[in-house]
């Protein structure tokens, strides 16, 4: 890891300020208020981390824009690769409280992230109907996403057992997705 004193630091000086964004976007992480300056910052801020660096290896302007472009890239896809883990987890979070469910029963849902990319969301699920077969069975669910404010945003998904686990069996829709969980 490069440091700013560290000796990779010490000849190339413009390594320091990558470094010092590096140090910044980790203690970022750590911290539940950064979402939404993850969301917009994460290709700036790469950008310039990557102009940086590129500055401090070479005097080509191409070669320097590419690799800021190509640090600048390789973040966001970083950042939306983490973002649908997390939405992944939160989906198998309200399969695994809908699942053991019968019809009209309700269930408490809830998601706690280890790197608070997203806040952690909460809700109620319930079992509206059985659907598929005995080879393949399948619920169709109604999903709340609860919000301190006393107010809920209801939506509709379905489950599938798969061994003794049930996982999510949506499909991404291709319109607007449905808040941070799809």
Not at 13 to 39: H, M, V, W
Not at 81 to 104: F, N
Not at 152 to 174: L, M, V
Request: with cysteine.
């Amino acid at each position: 890891m490069i440091t700013p004193d560290s000796p990779s630091a010490r000849r190339w000086p413009g390594l320091r300020d990558a470094a010092a964004l590096a140090a910044a976007l980790a203690l970022c992480l750590s911290a539940s208020g950064c979402s939404s300056l993850l969301g917009e910052g994460t290709a700036a801020g790469a950008g310039i981390a990557g102009a940086s660096v590129a500055g401090a290896l070479t005097d080509n302007a191409a070669v320097a824009t590419g690799i800021g472009l190509g640090v600048q890239a390789g973040a966001r896809a970083a950042l939306q690769y983490s973002q649908r883990k997390i939405h992944a987890a939160a989906q198998d979070r309200i399969a695994m409280a809908a699942g053991p469910l019968a019809v009209d029963a309700v269930a408490d849902w809830k998601t706690d992230h280890a790197v608070p990319l997203e806040p952690a969301e909460h809700g109620r699920v319930t079992v509206s109907r059985e659907i598929g077969g005995k080879s393949l069975p399948c619920k169709e669910i109604v999903f709340s996403v609860d919000d301190d404010a006393k107010s809920s945003a209801f939506y509709i998904a379905a489950i599938c057992r798969d061994g003794q686990t049930w996982k999510w069996a949506s499909a991404e829709p291709a319109t607007e997705r449905w808040g941070s969980l799809q």
